[in-house]
Every structure is written in C-alpha cells, then in structure tokens.
C-alpha cells in the first residue's frame, strides 16, 4: 500500500506531535504556569493525548476541560479503586500524582508511568508537578486563572488569535503556501504535481513507513485489546487488517483507511484532530 505525499506529510507531521506526548521532552503549555485547573488541565492537554478523546484511555475521557475535572476529582481509579484520582487537599492519595511521578507501584497500583512512555527526563517537569500538588493541596478546585479566556491562546486579544500571524492580512495568508504559486501546491511545484491527492509518487511513503511510525507512536493501540476495538498487537500485518477498508467503530460510515482517498479516512481526521468537525 502505498499513501499520497500529502497524506504522509499529514501523518509525520502528527506523529512528531505524538512523539513530544509519548516519550520525549514535556511538552510545556502555552499559558503562564500556575497552581490552578487551568494550568494543570494545559499540562495534560499537551501530554497526554491517549486521553483526549471521548472513550479515553482506561476509562479516563479528558477530552475537554470539564470532562476531565470530572473524570478526576473525587473519582476512583480503575486501576486502583481504594484511591481516588485526585483527591481534594491530599495529594500523596491521589492515583494522579503518583502515576505522573512514576510511584504508582508503591501503592499497589498497575500500569506504565505517565505521560505514556516516559522516562526521566521525558516525564513531567518539577515546576508542572509542583503546581499539580500545589493546586491538589489548595482544594483541587475548577477555577480557571491561567489560560483563560482572557489570556494566551484566545480569539480576543493574545498571541493565536484572529488579529495576528496566520490572519487573512499577514503572514500564512493567501500570498503564501496558496494553490496558485508556491511550494506544496497541487498545480506547479513540489508534490504530486497535479491536482489529485491520490495519484501515487514514487517518492511515496508504504505502508512500512506508515506502521513504523505508528509502532513507534500509538503504544495504546499496540496490544492485543483496545477499547476502541482498533488493536495491532504489535504486528504491521494486523495492522493493516483492521485499518484498511475497515470501517471506525467511533464514525459510522467512514473506514479507517480508504484507499485512495485519505479525506474519508477516519485515521486521518484521528491524527489531525478533525473527528468532531
């Protein structure tokens, strides 16, 4: 099986992302450090996206900021139902704390440290659990202050918003990276070299390529289960059994991977976190 270029350049550019949620450098949230929900909830956010969708990963959905102050505070962990996830002014009992600090055996609870795949110094910050305890001990309470819509990363008056960078007057508007005149377009420069997405380059990734980084990658995805129902079990021929022409148990109607056609292919919409649009 062999993915069109932009299809590839789609799924390594997610991957990168992926990789800095799995295993690598933290990723440090684009709001001012703080020891409140806000914070803390930007920290999980940006490290860890086996939790972002609506199942979630062991049952724990953060998919949203009030899904996941729901699915944590004063609730019991499955992997360890004597203990709550977070527990309001303790957090030396709260499961939270101690997956994220890697001693979750020291209380008899199961499973890999978080982030996913962590290590050292891949795993959170000092400064990002201080203020994770921190914001426990204060009450674990839902008031947001960092992050909120008043400050970075709204749509009024901060850095990503409507009035800046990427907007249609400035920088990544239509004089550049368009489908008329420059690099990447469909029509007269580097790709395909045409106006069809599908159209097979020889510069193309396969599908060795693809499982490769998806190994690598989607760690939840590779045993022999899933909540999903989408389990590889750590082999590429299993993989390519139930993705391709397979259809999603989360968007009826659509496969995972259409042939041909990588705007109908669920995965893609996975990847590049277009499912709900």
């Known amino acids: ?9 789609n799924l390594f550019s997610v991957s990168v992302f992926l990789i800095l949620g799995m295993g690598c450098d933290p990723e440090e949230p684009n709001v001012p450090a703080g020891a ?13 996206s086996c939790h972002l969708s609506e ?21 019991p962990s499955q992997e360890l139902s004597s203990m709550n996830r977070v527990t309001a002014g303790d957090p030396d009992n709260s499961y939270l704390v101690h997956k994220l600090e890697g001693t979750h055996s020291d209380v008899s609870g199961s499973g890999a440290r978080m982030p996913f795949g962590c290590t050292g110094g891949g795993c959170l ?10 914001w426990i001990t204060n009450g674990a309470s839902a008031t947001v202050t960092s992050g909120d819509d008043d400050d970075a990363g709204d749509d009024d008056d901060t850095a990503g918003d409507d009035d800046t960078a990427g907007d249609d007057d400035t920088a990544g508007d239509d004089d550049t990276g ?3 005149d420059s690099s990447g377009d469909d029509d007269d420069s580097s790709g395909d070299g045409d106006d069809d997405d599908d159209t097979p380059d020889p510069n193309a990734w396969t599908f060795t390529d693809v499982y490769g980084v998806i190994s690598s ?7 022999a289960s899933h909540s999903t129902g989408f389990a590889f079990d750590g082999d590429s021929a299993t993989l390519y059994s139930v993705w391709v022409d397979v259809a999603s148990n989360q968007s009826a109607g659509m496969d995972r991977v259409e042939p041909g056609d990588s ?3 669920y995965v ?10």
């Open 55 to 75: 199942e979630g990963e062991a049952g724990l959905s953060m998919m949203d900021i009030d899904t996941a102050y729901a699915s944590l505070v004063d609730v």
């Open 217 to 223: 990658n989607c760690g939840c995805h590779s045993g």
């Open 1 to 9: 099986m062999r993915l069109s270029v932009s299809s590839a350049i």
């Open 125 to 134: 910050t000092d400064e990002q659990m201080t203020n994770i305890r921190e």
């Open 178 to 180: 368009d489908d008329d």
């Open 36 to 48: 409140d929900w806000g914070y803390v909830y930007a920290v999980i956010e940006a490290n860890c």
């Open 263 to 265: 705007a109908n292919s």
């Open 268 to 277: 893609m919409h996975k990847l590049d976190g277009t499912q709900s649009s």
